[in-house]
């Protein structure tokens, strides 16, 4: 997916998860200061959320509790993510 003209040259970090290549969980991000978001916290912080809620998520399905069907996800959302 191509990001407009003018976010290619932007200095934000914009985070997401991909499930089956037809949804996309947008997640935090924050400034650019850093060459890698490991550097800073606040956006290490933003990629370890969506990694946890990453496995939450193939976890709920692998249970059945959820199920992934096109561009939906089917079941309950409500996800405890702890830091």
Do not use: F, W
């Not at 800073?40 to 069907?69: A, G, M, P, S």
């Amino acid at each position: 997916m191509a990001l407009p003209s003018h976010l290619e040259t932007t200095s934000l970090r914009l985070y997401l998860l991909n499930i089956q290549s037809k949804i996309l969980i947008l997640g935090n991000g924050g400034l650019k200061t850093t060459s890698t978001y490991q550097e800073d916290y606040h956006l290490n912080k933003c990629v370890q959320t969506l990694q946890k809620i990453d496995i939450e998520l193939k976890q709920l399905e692998r249970k059945n509790i959820l199920t992934i069907k096109g561009t939906q996800i089917i079941g309950p959302l409500l996800l405890e993510i702890n830091d």
